[in-house]
């Protein structure tokens, strides 16, 4: 596979992601509007795999990351090309290292709309939509449903609790992105009749927090473990990613949160999502790179 490209004006270099330093990822990201901090980057390089492409002075004109699941799958995220690069074929060639990384593994990402065209001429094929709701959290909360059993936080050390749970909702085994996720988090989790049945995490993220994952397998279990992480944060800029509708949703836009962007879901090599009604479910995404 090609590790260089002769764009337009420059001539690029597909290096490893820890490469580079992080200040340098934080100005790409920057530079197309995304609100990672440097942080948020470190975090990802401790979660996945990433490759630069890199101009002969080592100044970082794209990225691409991918974070696999077991055996078989990953998902792949932080696809960026400086806006000076843009329709030069930076993008295609990134993703084409990628692929050559992934090998036979399926794959599943989250498509901004400028992404759309390059990923359905890769092969990957449209799911779903996700809704970016986001804002300053309302000082007091709608009312709530019910509550059909307890609520508890979570200690990062029994992170294992929700492992079973969440690879049935998320339908692969993402353990240690769940066990990375919990150092900087705080973990809520619902238990019925002694069987964990749901949970959330929130933690900081871009402008403020992101409330997520959250698994559940009801509209109801779900609107209560986002709410005990957004009642904490009344007055604070919150995000929750969601591919819900309903009364989910409903609940998010009554918190003050707002559709800020949508993206497509997408899968390719094989279906990503399985949802079955009343089944564990993914109802708030861990970020847009990590599905
Ligand atoms: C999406 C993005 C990574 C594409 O990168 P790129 O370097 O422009 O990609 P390429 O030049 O390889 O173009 C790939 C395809 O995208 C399409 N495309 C790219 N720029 C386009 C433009 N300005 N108008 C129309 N189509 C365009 C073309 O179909 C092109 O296909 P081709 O190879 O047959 O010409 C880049 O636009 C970007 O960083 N955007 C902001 C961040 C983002 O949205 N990332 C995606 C996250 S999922």
């Not at 990822?25 to 920057?30: E, K, M, N």
């Not at 530079?31 to 970082?60: M, N, Q, T, Y």
């Not at 559709?259 to 708030?284: D, Q, W």
């Amino acid at each position: 596979m090609q590790k260089s490209v002769r764009l337009k004006s420059f001539e690029l270099i597909a290096q490893d992601i820890n490469s580079v330093d992080v200040s340098l990822l934080h100005a790409l990201s920057t530079g197309v509007g995304w609100p990672h901090r440097l942080k948020d980057w470190e975090f990802l390089r401790r979660a996945g795999h990433g490759i630069v492409a890199v101009d002969g002075i080592g100044r970082v004109f794209g990225s691409a990351m991918w974070f696999p699941h077991g055996d078989d799958f990953a998902t792949i995220g932080l696809v960026i090309t400086s806006p000076r690069t843009q329709a030069e074929g930076n993008g295609r060639w990134l993703m084409q290292q990628v692929f050559e990384h992934c090998g036979d593994r399926k794959l599943a990402l989250n498509s901004t709309i400028a992404a759309h065209k390059l990923y359905v001429s890769l092969g990957f094929t449209a799911e779903a939509t996700v809704y970016q709701y986001q804002g300053e959290v309302a000082a007091a909360l709608p009312a709530l449903p019910s509550l059909d059993g307890e609520l508890s936080e979570l200690s990062p050390d029994k992170i294992e609790e929700i492992f079973a749970l969440d690879t049935f909702a998320f339908g692969t085994n993402r353990d240690r992105l769940l066990t990375l996720l919990s150092e900087g988090a705080s973990i809520c989790v619902l238990r019925r009749n002694g069987a964990t049945v749901g949970y959330s995490m929130c933690r900081e993220f871009g402008r403020g927090h992101v409330v997520g994952p959250v698994v559940a397998s009801n509209d109801r279990d779900a609107i209560h473990l986002a709410a005990v992480h957004l009642k904490d944060l009344a007055g604070q800029f919150a995000r929750v990613d969601t591919r819900e509708k309903g009364p989910f949703a409903d609940f998010l836009q009554q918190s003050r949160l707002a559709i800020s962007e949508t993206v497509t879901t997408m899968s390719k090599g094989r279906p990503f999502l399985n949802r079955e009604a009343n089944e564990p479910a993914v109802y708030g995404l861990a970020g847009h790179a990590l599905s």
